[in-house]
């Protein structure tokens, strides 16, 4: 499984592996959620965000191991956009990865 700590974006879709390129993808025109799932042996102690030259911090889901952000719509233009999140954890280890 690699290194902890361990990070899947979850939302929105991989361009790279969506099949059906004509669908709507889910979000609002003003807002894109970003939706993330990350595990580690040791406590998470927080996370960012980052598309184009914006970062923004990651907030947990009480109860679950999903953490979430929210870029703006000028943040998010449709089309091969580069999303990268990293994740940290209570033993100093660092944790990431991007789609597109």
């Not at 709507?24 to 598309?51: C, H, N, Y």
């Not at 679950?64 to 870029?71: G, K, L, M, P, Q």
Request: overall charge negative; hydrophobic content about 35%.
């Amino acid at each position: 499984m690699g290194e902890w700590p361990f990070v899947m974006i979850t939302s929105p879709a991989d361009e790279r592996l969506r099949t059906h390129h004509q669908a709507k993808l889910s979000t609002s025109p003003e807002r894109m959620k970003i939706l993330v799932k990350a595990w580690s042996d040791q406590k998470l102690t927080g996370g960012f965000a980052s598309m184009r030259d914006q970062t923004v911090p990651l907030v947990a889901v009480s109860g679950s191991s999903i953490w979430e952000a929210e870029f703006g719509a000028h943040d998010s233009h449709e089309g091969g956009q580069e999303l990268t999140v990293e994740m940290a954890d209570e033993a100093g280890r660092g944790g990431g990865t991007s789609s597109e």
